[in-house]
């Protein structure tokens, strides 16, 4: 049984009354010996039940001053400094796949050796969902793919978690471990491909989610741990501190600044935000996954709030008028990282998750007025269809299907 130690007082799990949002602590010798005297009494006479009464009072008494003393700490608890404390959260855990959940498609590689078995909630444009996509299909990984009505969220609504992309990684004994955000993603699934000995559920737990306040005292939550990988005493020999630091550097970068200039660019005008919503439409084949009705709902519904959204976006991140400008600086910035390698890639001759994050991020907006302008305004191109070509050349081999429910394992659907 679990038991906590709180202001020198030891609680048991039953003895901690638990409401969403606050914790109230009954101290436990209070509660069982006092409350057993009482039930005790019920057929007492007059004396005993004075007797009662004066110890009822106590009790509420010393309940009252217990509750105050504690509403009091728990407030003080939540004050300015409570980011201190630190919510720690792991990887949630579910027994079986969500029902009613629809796979749209997957990706079945044959050459997988992996043992994987991973469904992974995305919008097909969404950047951080490309930027997965890209380490996937890389890394020759076969996985099932659920694509989100990004307006009505239907196919997430079991999830605590409503930001995609998620994934859902079946573990040895049929229950699924739930890993989301972008990166961390990625960097659990390189930390398992390093060293396949240990199970994937007990890797999840090297990235917890932590929480905390911003600067605006707003409670935020942030897995930690997202861009490291848990290599330990196995780190490959050609893993040195350095190439581990480049390669954080700019998968932060990507995500931290690059990605922040996608939605700026690509709903600059109404105009762009229905052309690129169009794309989006085209892209993630929504004309075979939605209704008609659906359909137009996101296109329509999408491209205004895309449009509000990114004037609000590109205050908040201090972007000029000029949101070209600030995208091609970030490329030229890129270029000259890898100029400084003196490689292909960041990564040498083979990419590595930098040049997979950036990738990644830029080509969700492959089929947007903003990507051609970076083509044609940059000297990214000759970089970006190299990886392309490596990323499509190990791509497993796309099933379209609608399966509802259980999703029968991907290897069993390899050797069938
Ligand atoms: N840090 C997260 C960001 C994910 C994210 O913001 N996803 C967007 C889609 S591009 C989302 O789901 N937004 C919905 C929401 O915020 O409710 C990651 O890297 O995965």
Same mark, same amino acid.
């Given at each position: 049984m679990a038991a906590y130690r709180t202001f020198g007082i030891f609680l048991t799990r039953q003895s901690l009354n638990i409401n969403s949002s606050r914790l109230i602590v009954i101290p436990r010798n209070l509660r069982l010996r006092e409350f057993r005297t009482n039930a005790g009494n019920s057929d007492g006479g007059a004396g005993r039940g004075s007797g009662n009464?004066?110890?009822?009072?106590?009790?509420?008494?010393? +309940?009252?001053?217990? *509750?105050?003393?504690?509403?009091?700490?728990?407030?003080?608890?939540k004050g300015k400094d409570s980011h201190k404390e630190h919510e720690r959260t792991l990887p949630i855990r579910i027994a079986q796949f969500p029902a009613g959940v629809k796979i749209t498609k997957r990706y079945i590689n044959p050459n997988d050796k992996t043992g994987l078995d991973i469904t992974l909630f995305q919008f097909q444009t969404c950047p951080f969902c490309c930027k997965v996509?890209?380490?996937?299909?890389?890394? *020759?990984?076969?996985?099932?793919? +659920?694509? +989100?009505?990004?307006?009505?969220?239907?196919?997430?609504?079991?999830?605590?978690?409503?930001? +995609?992309?998620?994934?859902?990684?079946?573990?040895?004994?049929?229950?699924?471990?739930?890993?989301?955000?972008?990166?961390?993603?990625?960097?659990?699934?390189?930390?398992?491909?390093?060293?396949k000995s240990t199970d994937i559920g007990e890797l999840a737990d090297f990235y917890p989610t932590i929480s905390f306040f911003d600067n605006d005292d707003k409670k935020k939550h942030d897995i930690m741990n997202k861009y490291f990988l848990m290599y330990q005493e196995r780190t490959p020999k050609s893993y040195t501190k350095e190439t581990e630091q480049t390669e954080r550097k700019w998968r932060t970068w990507a995500d931290q600044h690059l990605v922040h200039l996608i939605s700026p660019n690509c709903y600059q005008s109404l105009g762009e935000a229905f052309e690129t919503f169009q794309w989006f439409s085209e892209a993630g084949e929504w004309d075979i996954h939605f209704p008609k009705w659906e359909r137009d709902l996101m296109v329509y519904v999408g491209a205004t709030a895309m449009w509000t959204i990114s004037k609000i976006l590109k205050r908040r991140h201090n972007l000029s008028d000029d949101v070209r400008g600030h995208i091609y600086d970030a490329l030229n910035k890129w270029m000259r990282e890898l100029d400084k390698c003196k490689t292909k890639f960041l990564g040498g001759k083979q990419p590595n998750l930098g040049d997979l994050a950036v990738y990644g991020v830029l080509s969700s907006m492959e089929g947007c007025q903003a990507f051609k302008d970076c083509m044609e305004k940059t000297k990214i191109s000759g970089w970006y269809y190299d990886v392309k070509q490596l990323v499509q050349q190990n791509r497993g081999n796309l099933i379209r299907e609608r399966v509802e429910g259980q999703v029968p394992s991907l290897l069993t659907n390899v050797s069938n």
């Open positions: 009464t004066l110890k009822l009072a106590l009790l509420g008494t010393t +309940v009252g001053a217990t *509750g105050g003393t504690i509403y009091s700490l728990i407030n003080n608890w996509r890209a380490f996937l299909d890389y890394m *020759g990984i076969s996985y099932s793919v +659920v694509e +989100v009505d990004a307006v009505l969220r239907q196919d997430i609504k079991w999830s605590p978690q409503k930001k +995609v992309p998620m994934v859902l990684i079946r573990q040895a004994d049929g229950s699924y471990v739930q890993m989301t955000d972008s990166s961390a993603i990625i960097s659990l699934i390189s930390t398992y491909l390093n060293d």
